[in-house]
């Protein structure tokens, strides 16, 4: 089905035609992911967390006395939590506004980070795995949402695919510092829990909080105002500067 898609696609004349009309390079996003820094932070921030539970939670999981088919269900509870948070997620923003969205999506991920590695192997760990993964995948629906919001008419599809340029920037560098973490900790214990995972999860916590409150302020600023239309003459009124005809 994928290798369908992509050669209708590459059969349809119309993405050729636009893509000769504007070409979309490195040069264009650049500067729009500076004017963009919330979208594009909040962007990197959710690669960076999910790619570090990918990498190195089902590890963590091992250590943790779960067996191999309970590490790999790991990456499922994250994605379960994904998918049904994301939804209530963008009402949250609707209501409360974004700020107060980001900052509760920060403190759902640094609490899940925190809960599951004690809570295993019990159903606690499931439930603080998909609150961990639909906090993380909500920080990237925030993302999205303040991107619509900023950007220009003419800029949005930039926009998107500045954001996941940033996604996958995070996501590449928070799987291998995940991995470094694991590598670099003690192997001994603290209070039953390995301190290699005591230690992921504290890294992303301390990553998230603060860069939850960046991001809050961030979304503070209201974006710029769109250009009024202009008001529709009535119907029957004579043109601006001219006689009406009969």
Do not use: C, K
């Amino acid at each position: 089905l994928a290798l369908a898609g992509l050669a209708a696609g590459l059969a349809s004349p119309a993405p050729h035609r636009l893509m000769h009309r504007r070409r979309l390079g490195l040069r264009r996003l650049g500067p729009l992911l500076r004017a963009l820094p919330v979208p594009a932070g909040a962007a990197a921030l959710a690669g960076a967390v999910e790619a570090t539970a990918g990498s190195g939670f089902p590890v963590a999981g091992l250590s943790l006395g779960l067996t191999g088919a309970a590490a790999a269900g790991i990456a499922a509870a994250t994605g379960l939590g994904n998918l049904v948070t994301q939804w209530p997620a963008g009402r949250l923003a609707d209501r409360l506004g974004l700020p107060f969205a980001f900052l509760v999506a920060g403190l759902g991920v640094a609490a899940g980070a925190m809960l599951w590695p004690p809570a295993a192997p019990g159903a606690a760990m499931w439930m603080a795995l998909a609150l961990f993964g639909g906090a993380g995948g909500a920080l990237y629906t925030l993302g999205l949402i303040a991107a619509a919001r900023r950007a220009r008419a003419g800029t949005r599809g930039a926009a998107l695919a500045g954001l996941n340029l940033a996604y996958l920037a995070g996501a590449t560098v928070g799987a291998q510092a995940g991995g470094l973490i694991l590598a670099a900790s003690p192997g001994f214990a603290l209070l039953s829990v390995p301190l290699p995972t005591l230690g992921l999860s504290a890294a992303i916590a301390l990553l998230v909080l603060p860069s939850a409150v960046l991001l809050a302020r961030g979304a503070r600023v209201t974006p710029p105002p769109a250009a009024p239309r202009p008001a529709r003459a009535p119907a029957g009124s004579a043109p601006p500067g001219g006689a009406r005809r009969g």
